[in-house]
């Protein structure tokens, strides 16, 4: 009876905790790939890198849902996901969706969608031209000032030769020493905002490095992200797989989208009490 009982009662806690959410629970990155309006690259060979990003990651531990929807329904997905430290991510070719940033340059006003979401911190991706330019020159460099809250932060400098570094080559197998157009001047941070990994560099090191891309910066007061990938003019670079390989290889861990979740580990538990008997 005794036996029984135990059983019993370990089944009904095994029960309730499947049931319940759990506040340590892994998250899950859910991503919206945009490719509607592009710069620097052609829509099709956009998409190319999209479908080639969105096959690699879909479905993957740590991944939750991947959308690659037109213009009309990012505004409403990045409110959604504008949650604190939601990790999120939004990947763009080259252009910032009028559709979540509509402010253009010169006098900006603070609070647009698209802000909201960096700010509780959440990551945005950008390929194929200046971070948060906007198509025709629609926020020209007040758009990466505003977003990062930096007013002096600019990306000119083409054809700057890009070594791969250390964790670069670890993580990043895709890529090769090549010639960027918009690297992120990493001198010009200031704030919170640090150099978080750099895939490749000037220098082919992260120490002292002035120059990145593929490089990633965070906030470390909002743990907001900026993912930088082949920001090149018109070349053939392979930037869905590299955009893969950072989300799969480093931002998944890093984020905690890894972490077991204490559900999966209710067998493990169950069989552990049964050998202890």
Request: proline fraction near 4%; aromatic fraction near 8%.
């Amino acid at each position: 009876m005794r036996l029984f009982i135990t059983v019993a009662c370990v089944l009904c806690a095994a029960a309730i905790m499947l049931c319940a959410p759990t506040a340590d629970a892994a998250k899950k990155i859910d991503v919206f790939v945009y490719t509607e309006t592009v710069q620097w690259i052609g829509q099709a060979q956009a998409q190319d890198a999209a479908d080639i990003l969105i096959k690699e990651i879909e479905g993957k531990q740590g991944i939750g849902e991947v959308v690659n929807d037109p213009a009309k329904a990012i505004e409403a997905w990045t409110k959604k996901h504008t949650v604190d430290k939601g990790n999120h991510i939004i990947v763009m070719f080259g252009d910032f969706p009028k559709e979540i940033y509509p402010n253009g340059k010169g006098d900006i006003k603070k609070g647009s969608v698209a802000e909201e979401f960096l700010d509780a911190g959440n990551t945005y991706s950008n390929s194929a031209d200046y971070f948060f330019w906007g198509q025709g020159g629609r926020n020209e460099k007040e758009g990466l000032q505003n977003m990062m809250d930096i007013p002096a932060i600019v990306q000119w400098d083409d054809d700057t030769p890009m070594k791969v570094t250390k964790e670069g080559k670890a993580l990043t197998p895709s890529l090769d020493d090549y010639n960027t157009d918009r690297p992120f001047h990493l001198n010009e941070l200031e704030g919170d905002w640090e150099l978080e990994v750099a895939f490749a560099t000037e220098t082919g090191k992260g120490d002292n490095a002035t120059r990145c891309d593929p490089c990633i910066v965070r906030n470390t007061k909002t743990d907001a992200r900026l993912i930088q990938v082949y920001q090149t003019n018109n070349q053939a670079d392979p930037k869905g797989e590299v955009i893969a390989e950072i989300i799969l290889n480093y931002y998944l861990e890093v984020t905690g989208a890894l972490e077991v979740d204490p559900q999966d580990k209710l067998p493990t538990r169950w069989a552990d009490i049964k050998t202890r008997r």
